[in-house]
């Protein structure tokens, strides 16, 4: 029977209930975190409590357990699916409340979790690259902090997936920022470049990546392009904690570079899977 977290205990899929005045139901006011396992192993699983307690403190928001009684709880959900190969979702929200706008000043945060069974993106993806679109970034001023209000994001990701797309890269004010649910970072001249954190989610992998491109030496740039200059680089790949590195080949059905994945991506694609490798242990 599938498990899931609630509030401290372990209970069936079907039993978990909520209150309807939860205020991540009413108000969106709750963050989130995705977490993946490799071979029974949380990776990067401090990088994630870091950005989940940020954004608690940002909002106000009680993070009612420690670090390590998160990890404990997601290995006995690991446990009960009997899964290696897994990906989390951890969510806090400010719990239940006479529907106000105010913060409650006193509350109970509601703490849900639950793991699926993942696998690596397919190798043709790897291989032949994705094709994406571009939309208008219109989401709001807390995109540095991962909260619950996604509907600008589901707006774009499904005008992507009815014209046939991967994904979308959002422009805000004729830049391109990320797209709906991972980085995005293009190549000019052997460059690297990506949004620089500024209103954009602070993602992980993205973090990972410019750390290994500055680690062999690649040059990095965190600046702001004009969506034409993107569109027209080299290359272009996208980063996430589930999709991990995926090259994009043509966007808004124009072909990125040469039409195939770049060089560039390759090389970082390698070594971002050899981290994954030593840490853990695939």
């Known amino acids: 029977m599938n498990t899931v977290f609630l509030n401290g205990q372990f209970v069936p899929y079907e039993e978990a209930c909520i209150s309807p005045e939860d205020r991540g139901f009413l108000f969106a006011d709750g963050i989130y975190e995705v977490m993946r396992v490799y071979n029974g192993s949380l990776f990067r699983f401090e990088d994630h409590m870091a950005r989940l307690r940020f954004g608690g403190t940002t909002l106000d928001l009680r993070i009612p357990y420690t670090d390590?009684?998160?990890?404990?709880?997601?290995?006995?959900?690991?446990?009960?699916?009997?899964?290696?190969?897994?990906?989390?979702?951890?969510?806090?929200?400010?719990?239940?409340?006479?529907?106000?706008?105010?913060?409650?000043?006193?509350?109970?945060?509601?703490?849900?979790?639950?793991?699926?069974?993942?696998?690596?993106?397919?190798q043709a993806i790897i291989e032949q690259g994705v094709d994406v679109i571009t939309h208008p970034d219109n989401r709001g001023g807390l995109c540095y902090i991962k909260t619950l209000n996604l509907l600008a994001n589901c707006i774009a990701m499904t005008k992507a997936e009815a014209q046939g797309a991967y994904e979308a890269l959002l422009v805000r004010n004729g830049f391109v920022t990320e797209a709906t649910a991972r980085s995005a970072f293009c190549v000019i001249d052997n460059r690297i470049y990506t949004y620089p954190l500024a209103n954009i989610l602070p993602s992980i992998t993205r973090k990972q990546v410019l750390a290994?491109?500055?680690?062999?030496?690649?040059?990095?740039?965190?600046?702001?392009?004009?969506?034409?200059?993107?569109?027209?680089?080299?290359?272009?790949?996208?980063?996430?904690?589930?999709?991990?590195?995926?090259?994009?080949?043509?966007?808004?059905?124009?072909?990125?570079?040469?039409?195939?994945?770049?060089?560039?991506?390759?090389?970082?694609?390698?070594?971002?899977?050899?981290?994954?490798?030593?840490?853990c242990g695939t």
């Open 212 to 279: 290994i491109a500055r680690d062999a030496g690649s040059p990095v740039v965190e600046q702001a392009l004009p969506v034409d200059t993107y569109i027209n680089a080299d290359e272009i790949f996208l980063g996430g904690t589930l999709c991990e590195l995926v090259p994009v080949v043509r966007v808004d059905k124009k072909p990125v570079g040469s039409g195939v994945p770049g060089p560039v991506f390759q090389k970082v694609h390698s070594a971002f899977m050899q981290l994954i490798a030593e840490e």
């Open 68 to 122: 390590e009684a998160f990890r404990d709880f997601i290995h006995q959900l690991l446990a009960h699916h009997d899964l290696c190969e897994a990906s989390v979702y951890l969510q806090v929200t400010r719990g239940a409340s006479p529907r106000r706008h105010p913060f409650p000043e006193e509350y109970d945060p509601t703490v849900f979790m639950m793991v699926r069974s993942v696998s690596a993106p397919e």
